[in-house]
């Protein structure tokens, strides 16, 4: 009898044992579908982020190709650039020394130029120069201020 009884606890441990896997099975497999479902909204919300980030690329293409034609309508309608700097003769020096042949350029002031932006504006034509070196070529003062239609010797580094 001793035997069947503990055959018995064995038999109903083994039961508990199986209702408590399949219960964590049960709830294993809910996870999975649940993990499946967010992985399906995923997958969604990928493919429409994908298509959002296409459409904003075009538009952006677009927008950039539409500033492009402005700009170059802009530039079309704008009088024709000057050309580039012509070289001309050395500023005079003042004092008695005589002028030393240095070569350069020749620039009429216009309105609202500032010696540094002539410099700056040299500069991006491919001329080596600083305003420092416009205010020592011609003579000016620290705080001298340049009028238009004044003519500046603008210095040629080799």
Do not use: C, W
């Amino acid at each position: 009898m001793e035997d069947a009884r503990i055959e018995r606890e064995r038999v109903l441990r083994a039961a508990d044992q199986i209702n408590f896997l399949s219960s964590q099975i049960e709830g294993l497999q809910g996870e999975i579908a649940k993990l499946r479902s967010e992985m399906d909204t995923l997958r969604t919300e990928n493919g429409d982020l994908k298509r959002s980030f296409q459409e904003m690329a075009a538009s952006q293409a677009a927008d950039r190709q539409k500033l492009l034609d402005e700009v170059s309508q802009i530039v079309a309608k704008s009088p024709p650039a000057k050309s580039a700097p012509k070289e001309a003769p050395p500023a005079p020096s003042a004092g008695d020394a005589p002028p030393r042949q240095e070569k350069g350029y020749k620039h009429v002031v216009e309105k609202g130029q500032t010696v540094s932006a002539i410099a700056r504006a040299y500069s991006a034509q491919g001329v080596k120069v600083t305003a420092e070196d416009i205010i020592r070529a011609n003579g000016l003062g620290p705080d001298a201020v340049v009028r238009p239609g004044q003519d500046l010797f603008i210095p040629k580094k080799d």
